[in-house]
Each structure stands twice: as C-alpha cells, then as structure tokens.
C-alpha cells in the first residue's frame, strides 16, 4: 500500500501569512494527489486535484504543487474561514490519505 | 444541485451487520463512480470501498475486505453498503462520496451517517 506522510500535524499562522502543508508518498504517484479541507462537524471539501488543478469554486489563494513522491498545499495569505483539516488522498494505487494537518489562526 | 443522503446508521453489536444507503440527487447517478469514505471518532479520514458508474469494478480496503459490500442500483440513485461481521473498531462517520471525472478523487460528499459497534 502506498502510505501518505502528512506534515506539519498542526500548524497556527496568522491572518494574510503564507501556509505550506507537505504530503510525502511512499512512492512515485505521478500526480494522482488531491488536497481536501475539512472544517469541524463538516464534511471534507475538495480543493485541489491533480497536484496543481483548482477545484471549481475554491479561491484562488490556494494552490498546490509537486511531483513524482513529493506534493504540497500553500494558502496565500491565510483567512478566518481557512481554519481545518486538511488531507492530501493519493489515487496512484488504489486510495489512500493523509493523516492530516490542523491549522488554526494564531 | 447535487445532493447525497446517507442513510442506515445506527447502534450495533459486535458480530452483527447493518446496512447503509446513499440517496443520489442534482446529477446523472449512473454516469459515476461511487465511493464510502469512513472516519473514526476524533480521527482522519479512511477510504473504504468503490464502485464504478456500471458496477463492473469494485474495490475494498483490506480492512473491510470479505465484511463489507458495496452495491449500487442506478434505476433508483442510491449506494449502498453491506457491513457484516462488524467490529468495534468499525466504528465511525461514514460518507458516501462521488468520484471526480478524473476518477480517483472525491468532488461532492454526503453529511455522513454514524455507525457504532458496540455491546
């Protein structure tokens, strides 16, 4: 199976500061990497898929990037409503997550 | 626009079996992968089972392989899922989810439903 390193576990930043989560695979995933948000008592949102392409409808202040075993998310100048889980999901090899990353505002 | 609706959950003991159930709306059902996504208490998030929009492919995580079943039926927009032989570690949320055009991500998901195994 391939296994889904999430880093950091959690992180505060503040308002309009710049976030970087990274997501390690265990193996090459050839961008089959998605990102999803999920704030409490919701259900989780999909953001980002194919490493890098916006899910319509989500601001364009996150982005990701990355390849071969290597992936990351960045928020571009952080937001009250930016407060969650996120998970990184590989669909290389059958489907797997991350462990997730909990950010809060400092 | 597009609605999923669990369904089925509830309380059960070790060793028993429930089944669960995704009422699709606001899209074309039979032209999607399907997919159960559970979460335990407080933890993150476990794929647990797909079905392709024919029901021709279907995969299971090895945790629930040879317990769970996943089905669909087009003629009436709804997934389900089989669970038996149920353990306490089972216990969670369990979401249905579509899968994205791309086919290995997930773009709309229910509310979740919850499951507990229990005595």
């Known amino acids: 199976d391939i296994q889904m390193t999430q880093s950091p576990a959690s992180l505060s930043a503040s308002l309009g500061e710049t976030v970087s989560i990274e997501c390690l695979a265990s193996e090459g995933i050839s961008n089959s990497l998605a990102w999803y948000q999920q704030k409490p008592g919701k259900s989780p949102q999909l953001l980002i898929y194919?490493?890098?392409s916006l899910q319509d409808g989500v601001p364009s202040r996150f982005s990701g990037s990355g390849s071969g075993t290597q992936y990351s998310l960045k928020i571009s100048g952080m937001q009250p409503e930016d407060e969650g889980v996120y998970y990184c999901q590989q669909g290389y090899k059958y489907l797997t997550f991350g462990s997730g990353t909990k950010l809060e505002i400092k | 626009e597009v609605q999923l609706v669990e369904s089925g959950g509830g309380l059960v003991q070790p060793g028993r079996s429930l089944k669960l159930s995704c009422l699709a709306s606001g899209f074309t059902f039979s032209n999607y992968g399907m997919n159960w996504i559970r979460q335990a208490p407080g933890k993150g998030l476990e794929w647990v089972a797909s079905?392709?929009?024919?029901?021709?492919?279907?995969y299971y995580a090895d945790t629930v392989k040879g317990r769970f079943t996943i089905s669909r039926d087009n003629a009436k927009n709804t997934l389900y899922l089989q669970m038996t032989s149920l353990r306490s570690e089972d216990t969670a949320l369990y979401y249905c989810a579509r899968h994205r055009d791309s086919g290995y991500c997930f773009d709309y998901w229910g509310q979740g439903v919850m499951v507990t195994v229990s005595s």
């Open positions: 079905i392709s929009s024919s029901s021709s492919y279907i």
């Open positions: 194919g490493a890098s």
